[in-house]
Every structure is written in structure tokens, then in C-alpha cells.
């Protein structure tokens, strides 16, 4: 057999156990052995350039590395889909289309929770893929794209056609993907939504390799010299050349449509991968010509959103936390349930206003449900199960960490513990005088900051400086080994060094936060100058106004705060703000946004390198945005951006910026 030929034969070998493993769930080889034939096809390919294809299954292990996404400019416009929130919407939705045309039927698929994607074939060959951006211009993912197993390079047929799908990542591959990462002590991916569309828009496609990315196919775009009548026709055609295609169901009336919603909400978290919905198309493409379109959706389709689960569970009892600023939250303790993917036993109740206004009492039965599909929150009481025996909740008139009196100013929702030595706060002012955006210790969390507390090394945050002293008992901690011992006093040592707008965020005055901080520190450009500032002195400073005023001349006037500013001095700790040399005229006052995870950078690393150059950060993406700097994982702000037409750059982009 000549080398073309014992080419081929790889080529098809893999792509067969490809479609086994993949679409099938029906292995027939062992994953080493698999590995072989990769890497015997990518040796022979390597050897013998010109018989390497476009469509040889060796590119999905990735390779290439671009610079920057290019833009594709689509032939015709993407739109999305209008949305419904109930039946009524539903019902509304067929009551618009029997006004238009009669005698028809919907195809009903799942809303896949990923990201959609334009992929264009040539003569049966995958030539490109694009994002679908606005609708309009969307980015070049290409090469990302033929990491992804599941579609195919090569069609069954020379067609030329253009489909429209969903990249995903199933539930379980997620779970896995995190664990590994936690294995690696890297961040935790949000959900499977932001890995598949962070992964996609990786400008190393090896990374994109690296992700067990999936697709659905679920709409034919354009077709050269091919008509059909229906669209799950179009979905069965393209599903026996090679795609794999969205499950559908046909109906015929809207009732059995709710119907199925219904049943889809209370089953979704069954399935293997992630819905938020459920689409419903007019089935016949004549009929979808008659309706036609609004500027922004399809008026012969609508996607149904579900809405957000709803558990009931007893609540059992309602326990107290202290903060860090005092404030004492009340948090439901409940009878476990499963919601919304995740076992759920506790939930926050806010304030005594929140229990008091819903009537919440310990045995009551209680509706759960996650705002964002995030945060467990209790909705309201089921009062026809009571039974008289529930007991009425009030705050503690003593704080349960320390047993002092708590206080409720007037015109404030919480309650709060005013005693400065309170262990709850202690251990949490000290947790956050450590965190990452404060001064940064690496290696001190809060498990650990409550096992030195516990252990008696610390009682407040300057007893961190004294660690080294005791490095020989602390050698003797359970799971501390010396190195890590070691790294943590060396990153103790290095914080001494931060600026004065760390020092002032990690003192955790009320209202006060990172940017707060910073202008603060410019201002004042030393501790003794802020602490002996005046309320009129500070309402001077941009974005400052009465309350936060305030509340700084009040923390500074508490002797214990300055005693322990003192002592950090004596310590050796900086308390003067770093001028740094400025580019104005680098970015001259540009307004950038930072979102996702950085391949080097950490996040406010970038942002202070746009400081440092004359840029300004902004929170959130509006119209008054410049630039966008996108990672991994970049989530809604993406989004948005490319809605508003905003200059989206990634780190390469941005450190070429800097580099001018």
C-alpha cells in the first residue's frame, strides 16, 4: 500500500471511531490505541505535506495561533428569536401566525445554552465558522472549529451550503473540566455556557483542543441547488450527510406545545447538557416566507424561556453570621433539595425587614428558587401547611459570636455588632485585609486565617508581620508543609511593599472600595494626610459624597484603628502612595472594560497597566465604552459588546497597544 493510500485508510479508520465515540456512545477502541492512529496520521502528514486535506480529522487536535479574530461579514442577517415567558405569550404567538396562514404545524427543539455559530461548506468541505456576533458581522473561528469532534469536516456529500448551530459543553465534562482545574489550582469555570464560548474564542487553537467541546446543528442557512419544503426536512438532510442535528419534536397545536414546555421544565435537569428553553418554528418554508421578519426576529418563530425552578422545602432553623463590618445576616437552614442542578440546604434571608415583611417562621415550608439560576433565595411561605406550632424569628439582641449588645441604626436594614474585637469580625476584617485585591498574600485564605486565629498566631491584621517569628510552631500546623510555609511568609513580606490604595481598601471602612480607595490614595498621597482630613476636604474628591465621607472621619476617629495603623507603620509597612510616571497621551482618557480570564495578565494587573497609561476603567459595557478586553469565559459583557459595536481587543492586542 503506498503512502497516499495507507493515508486515507488512517483518515477513515479515525473518523469512523470518531462518530462511534461521539455521536454514538459506542467505543470500539481503547483510548491509547486511538491516540496511535493520531499520531501515526499526524507523523505521516508531517512527512508528506501534500497529501495532508482540509478536511483530515488530524486538525482537530489544533495548532494554529492568530493574532487577532478577523470579521466575516454575513450574506444575509442572523437574527434572534423573539422570546415568551408563559402560555398566554404562546398562545398569543399562534393566534398571531393562524391570522396570516392556515393549515400548519411547528417543529419544537430544545434552546441549547451555548454559543451559535455560522459554519460554511464548499464542495462538501468545513472551509469556514463564525460566531454570530450581532447578527451581522461575526468573528472567524475557523480553526477553533475543527477542534470540535462532532462536526464534520467532510460531508457525506459536494454540497455548498451554510448552517446554523450551537456549540456546547455537556454537564458532566464541565464537572470534570472543574475538577481537574481545582486539581490545579486554577479559578473554576462559572458555568458550561462561558467555557464553550470563552474556549471558542481562543486565539491558540490547541486550548480550544484541549475543552470537550460538542455541537447541534439546527437550521439550514442557505443551500446551493437544493430545495425542501419543510424545515425538519432540511434537519433529516442535513442529519444523513453528517451533522449532528437537534432533536425535534412535530406538533400540531399550540396546547400540546405548553404542554411539552411544561414537561421539558421539570425534566431539562435530566438531560446531559445544559437548555434555558424551547424553540417552536413554523414548519413549512413557504409559509415562514408569507410571515416574514421584524428588524430583529422572525415573526414565524419564538423561543420559549423557562422559568426559574421552584422548590419547597421545611425550614428547619435560622441561623445568625457576623460580617466583617458587623452586620448580622439571617440564613435559612432547610431541608436539602435539589434545584436547579445543585443540592440546596441553606439560603440567605437577607434582613429582619425581609422575614418580617414575608412572614417567614422556623417549621415554616418555604419556596426556593435561584436568582440567575445562581443564588438560592426563599420566595414566600406555603401558609395553608401551617400548623401552628411555627416559631417567630428575631434577631439576636447579642451577637452570637461575642455576646455584645447589636444595634439597628435608624434608616438601616441591618443589625449590627459594634464591638471592634469581635472574633466573627476579626477573622473576617482580617480575611479581607489579606484577599487578592487588598494587600494580596497569596496562600492566606480564610480556612487558613481562621486556623492561625484559632491556633492563637494572630488576633489582628498586624500579627501577620510577626509570623516569622513563630515559623517553627507554625511548621507543626496540620497540612502546612515548609514550602508552602516559606512561600507564605515571603508573599507576608513582599505586601509591605503595596501602595497606599491597597493599604486604604484592606482597612475595610465602610463604603470604600477598590477605585474609592485609589482616588483616595492620589488625593491624599499619605495615611496621616487621609486620617486627618475634614468631611468638607473630602467630598472634594470625585465620587465621594456625604455618606462616604462620613464614615471615613468616623473610622479614623476610633482609637483602636489608629492604633493598629500605627503599629503596621512600626512594622514596616508602606504608607505612601507610589506615584507612577503616566503615558497620558497612551490611551488618553479611552474607557476599557475587563472581562474573562487573561492567558497571562491577572485582571488587575490590566487594569492597572490602563491606569498607568492614561485609560479608565469601567464596570459595565455602555455606548460611552471604548474597548472591551476580553478572556476567557468573557460572559454577557461580550455580548453586549458586540451588540453596541464596541472594539472588543484580547491580551496580544492590548500588550502590542502597549507596546506603541
Same mark, same amino acid.
Given at each position: 500500500m503506498d503512502i497516499q493510500e495507507t493515508i486515507k485508510k488512517l483518515r477513515e479508520e479515525i473518523e469512523f471511531h470518531n462518530r462511534q465515540y461521539h455521536q454514538l456512545d459506542k467505543p470500539q477502541i481503547a483510548d491509547d490505541d486511538y491516540d496511535n492512529l493520531m499520531k501515526q496520521l499526524i507523523s505521516l502528514e508531517e512527512e508528506h505535506p501534500e497529501f495532508k486535506t482540509a478536511d483530515s480529522p488530524s486538525l482537530r487536535v489544533g495548532g494554529?495561533?492568530?493574532?487577532?479574530? +478577523?470579521? *466575516?461579514?454575513?450574506?444575509?442577517?442572523?437574527?434572534?428569536?423573539?422570546?415568551?415567558?408563559?402560555?398566554?405569550?404562546? %398562545?398569543?404567538?399562534? #393566534?398571531?401566525?393562524?391570522?396570516?396562514?392556515?393549515?400548519?404545524?411547528?417543529? *419544537? +427543539?430544545?434552546?441549547?445554552?451555548?454559543?451559535?455559530?455560522?459554519?460554511?461548506?464548499?464542495?462538501?468541505?468545513?472551509?469556514?465558522?463564525?460566531t454570530r456576533g450581532n447578527g451581522e458581522i461575526g468573528e472567524n473561528v475557523t480553526f477553533n472549529l475543527k477542534t470540535v469532534d462532532t462536526m464534520p469536516l467532510k460531508l457525506k456529500t459536494s454540497d455548498n451550503l451554510q448552517v446554523r448551530g450551537e456549540v456546547y459543553i455537556n454537564r458532566q465534562d464541565f464537572l470534570l473540566l472543574n475538577e481537574q482545574r481545582l486539581a490545579e489550582d486554577k479559578p473554576l469555570f462559572a458555568n458550561p455556557r462561558n467555557v464553550a464560548a470563552g474556549s471558542l474564542r481562543q486565539l491558540d487553537s490547541k486550548?480550544?483542543? %484541549?475543552?470537550?467541546?460538542?455541537? @447541534?446543528?439546527? #437550521?439550514?442557512?442557505?443551500?446551493?441547488?437544493?430545495?425542501?419544503?419543510?424545515?425538519?426536512?432540511?434537519?433529516? @438532510?442535513?442529519?444523513?450527510?453528517?451533522?449532528?442535528?437537534?432533536?425535534?419534536?412535530?406538533?400540531? #397545536?399550540? +396546547?400540546?406545545?405548553?404542554?411539552?414546555?411544561?414537561?421539558m421544565n421539570k425534566k431539562r435537569f435530566k438531560l446531559p447538557f445544559d437548555i434555558d428553553g424551547i424553540v417552536i418554528k413554523v414548519d413549512n418554508l413557504n409559509h415562514r416566507q408569507v410571515l416574514g421578519s421584524t428588524a430583529k426576529s422572525p415573526k414565524w418563530a419564538i423561543a420559549y424561556k423557562f422559568p426559574p425552578e421552584i422548590k419547597e422545602t421545611k425550614l428547619l432553623d435560622i441561623s445568625v453570621q457576623v460580617g466583617r463590618t458587623g452586620n448580622l445576616t439571617p440564613v435559612a437552614e432547610l431541608v436539602e433539595v435539589q434545584l436547579a442542578g445543585t443540592r440546596v440546604s441553606r439560603a440567605t434571608l437577607h434582613n429582619e425587614d425581609f422575614i418580617k415583611e414575608r412572614d417567614i417562621r422556623i417549621g415554616d415550608f418555604v419556596s426556593l428558587r435561584k436568582a440567575g439560576e445562581i443564588i438560592p433565595e426563599v420566595v414566600q411561605v406555603n401558609f395553608n401547611k401551617r400548623t401552628g406550632n411555627e416559631l417567630e424569628f428575631h434577631m439576636p439582641q447579642n451577637c452570637p459570636e461575642c455576646g455584645q449588645?447589636?444595634?439597628?441604626?435608624?434608616?438601616?436594614?441591618? %443589625?449590627?455588632?459594634?464591638?471592634?474585637?469581635?472574633?466573627a469580625q476579626v477573622k473576617r476584617r482580617i480575611t479581607h485585609f489579606v484577599s487578592k485585591n487588598a494587600m494580596n498574600i497569596e496562600g492566606l485564605g480564610s480556612s487558613l486565617v481562621s486556623k492561625l486565629w484559632q491556633e492563637g498566631f494572630i488576633k489582628d491584621p498586624g500579627d501577620l508581620f510577626l509570623l516569622h517569628l513563630r515559623k517553627d510552631e507554625i511548621f507543626k500546623l496540620e497540612k502546612l508543609?515548609?514550602?508552602?510555609?516559606?512561600?507564605?511568609?515571603?508573599?507576608? +513580606?513582599?505586601?509591605?511593599? /503595596?501602595?497606599? #490604595? %491597597?493599604?486604604?481598601?484592606?482597612?475595610?471602612?465602610?463604603?470604600?472600595?477598590?477605585?474609592?480607595?485609589?482616588?483616595?490614595?492620589?488625593?491624599?498621597?499619605?495615611?496621616d494626610s487621609l486620617i486627618n482630613a475634614t468631611t468638607d476636604e473630602l467630598i472634594k474628591v470625585q465620587e465621594i459624597g456625604e455618606k462616604m465621607a462620613d464614615e471615613i472621619v468616623e473610622f479614623f476617629s476610633i482609637s483602636s484603628?489608629?492604633?493598629?495603623?500605627? /503599629?503596621?507603620?512600626?512594622?514596616g509597612l508602606n504608607m505612601q502612595?507610589?506615584?507612577?510616571?503616566?503615558?497620558?497621551?497612551?490611551?488618553?482618557?479611552?474607557?476599557?472594560?475587563?472581562?474573562?480570564?487573561?492567558?497571562?495578565?491577572?485582571?488587575?494587573?490590566?487594569?492597572?497597566?490602563?491606569?498607568?497609561?492614561?485609560?479608565?476603567?469601567?464596570s459595565s459595557v455602555s455606548k460611552n465604552t471604548d474597548y472591551l478586553l476580553a478572556g476567557e469565559n468573557p460572559g454577557s459583557k461580550y455580548d453586549k459588546a458586540v451588540e453596541l459595536g464596541i472594539n472588543i481587543i484580547d491580551e496580544n492586542q492590548f500588550l502590542l497597544m502597549l507596546a506603541k
Open positions: 494554529d495561533i492568530l493574532d487577532s479574530f +478577523e470579521k *466575516v461579514v454575513f450574506s444575509s442577517s442572523k437574527l434572534s428569536l423573539a422570546n415568551a415567558f408563559d402560555a398566554g405569550d404562546l %398562545r398569543a404567538f399562534d #393566534n398571531r401566525i393562524s391570522k396570516t396562514i392556515k393549515d400548519y404545524q411547528y417543529v *419544537v +427543539e430544545y434552546k441549547f445554552d451555548g454559543l451559535t455559530v455560522i459554519l460554511n461548506y464548499e464542495d462538501g468541505l468545513f472551509v469556514q465558522g463564525a486550548v480550544a483542543a %484541549r475543552r470537550p467541546l460538542d455541537i @447541534y446543528i439546527f #437550521n439550514l442557512e442557505e443551500a446551493l441547488n437544493m430545495e425542501f419544503e419543510t424545515h425538519h426536512e432540511s434537519l433529516d @438532510y442535513l442529519s444523513s450527510i453528517g451533522f449532528k442535528v437537534s432533536p425535534y419534536i412535530i406538533c400540531e #397545536n399550540i +396546547e400540546d406545545i405548553i404542554k411539552y414546555c411544561d414537561d449588645p447589636t444595634f439597628r441604626m435608624e434608616g438601616e436594614s441591618a %443589625r449590627k455588632c459594634i464591638n471592634v474585637i469581635c472574633p508543609g515548609e514550602k508552602s510555609v516559606e512561600n507564605l511568609l515571603k508573599s507576608i +513580606e513582599i505586601a509591605k511593599d /503595596r501602595d497606599l #490604595n %491597597r493599604f486604604i481598601y484592606a482597612l475595610g471602612i465602610p463604603y470604600i472600595g477598590e477605585k474609592t480607595a485609589k482616588l483616595l490614595a492620589e488625593k491624599f498621597e499619605d495615611i484603628n489608629i492604633d493598629l495603623i500605627n /503599629r503596621l507603620k512600626e512594622l502612595h507610589i506615584q507612577k510616571e503616566k503615558k497620558q497621551n497612551l490611551f488618553n482618557g479611552s474607557k476599557f472594560v475587563v472581562t474573562g480570564t487573561l492567558p497571562t495578565l491577572k485582571r488587575d494587573e490590566a487594569k492597572s497597566l490602563i491606569e498607568d497609561n492614561g485609560g479608565k476603567i469601567g
